[in-house]
């Protein structure tokens, strides 16, 4: 990379987002730059007083196609790659009568705000720029010698870069040009996910991802790795409201592990229609409840596990409201995020200024569509999100007794919270709240053993003589692959079980519940969370 300043005497300007537009170009034409431009961005140049000329005028050639063609002219893509430190290339401009392009300053054409509105095709497809990265990749390419702005959120830094005699330094130009290539793989990346989409591909051949960094983490899950939070999604995807879209209210700086738990109690608690909190811990659920209010869900999935509680993180489905958060306050909590505050509620979490407090501005829709990526070893997994729900119509009653409506209920609560579990996933559930949660373990059998195990502590904790799990249902988010699993609830106190079905043993683990009494339910969908 060239290490010396270079002079910016002509500019050329085309942009869509004319933001800031005026003073950049204000700035420039203080330090004698020529401004070429081209419709609108010109017209809005004129407009402030400024000296331009029209890109036709400089190449004696008109825009023509609609304005399909108007910059890809010898005289434009000439002045922008030509060295300057090599003799054949200066003679050409010179014989060709070309003027050089120090500066170039140019966004494109708003192609994915066109799909995301609804669109029609065409229009989708006259929103491709092609002359805007053509100058962009040029210009990029050539940052020894020119530079390149395509964000106007850089503008105040070039203006800056520039010293008195115009000069801008090689370190701002490079940095510039990283931004530029990035910018136009983006771009080039929503149109072909667009594409896509619009033949109904969803796993294409070469899978395009662009995300932009929202936030330098300070690490990631361990002090020795670094980390970074980006955001992104693809080309005419609705917005999906949660820790990308939310907007912090107080308390420190996110942590990875903070956004990633977050996300997870944000997407469990999305699931329900009435008003529901989810406390989460390690990206598994330690309390889940729904109620009549918040408050009420509150300290009916606190008392779930309120050992396990402590420190977690907290996922309302309704505004967050003064009640709650009241209650809230009395336990140490990493964040809360609802879909909006109240500003009494902000007023009663004011004392705790480390707690983070999120409004997300609305609910993921559990069922809505989309893709999930993991990554391995020098690639990634890519699936659908897991937008699978199971209502009652969906159930099949394979015991001698039916569940009552009560225990459905239930039931169907559990298998929503099951959805959300590190699998092998148990939960034991009654009146609309976890009970006990087995979470991550290598056999079923033990998840139902800890999740038995976590329901008696909890009734100890309250000082209740009898387990929580006693007249409660439990819900597995994968098949029985024994009966002793279903015997581990049956002997902790459930009395109604969910699970999906389909092992070669079901005949057994059908008998085993009949034998105990229990109703039984296959839901024919399983959920497993690795």
Known sequence: MTSGRIAIRRALISVSDKSGLVELGTCLAGHGVALLS??????ALAA????????????GFPEILDGRVKTLHPAIHGGILARRDTADHLAALERHDIAPIDLVIVNLYPFAATVARGAEHADCIE???????????AAAKNHDFVAIVTDPADYHALMHEMAPDGTVGAALRQRLAGAAFAHTAAYDAAVAGWLAAERGERFPPLLT?????????????NPHQQAAFYV?????APPRPGVATARQLQGKALSYNNLNDTDAAYELVAEFDRPAVAIIKHANPCGVAVAATPAEAWVRALASDPISAYGGIVALNRPLDAATAKAIAQLFVEVVIAPSVEPEAAAALAGKPNLRLLEAGGLPDPAAAGLALRSVSDGFLVQDRDAGRILERDLTVVTQRHPSEHELADLLFGFRVAKHVKSNAIVYARDGATVGIGAGQMSRVDSSRI?????REAAEAAGEPVSRAVGSVVASDAFFPFADGLMAAAEAGATAVIQPGGSLRDSEVIAAADDAGLAMVFTGMRHFRH
């Open 38 to 43: 081209t419709g609108g961005s010109a017209a």
């Open 48 to 59: 402030a007083g400024l000296a331009v000329t029209e890109v036709a005028a400089h190449t």
């Open 127 to 137: 929103n491709i720029d092609i002359g805007g990265p053509a100058l962009i990749r």
């Open 209 to 221: 991802i662009a995300a932009r960094r929202a936030e330098a983490l300070r690490y990631g899950e």
């Open 232 to 236: 992104g999604r693809p080309a005419g």
């Open 451 to 455: 999740a038995a195990w976590k329901a």
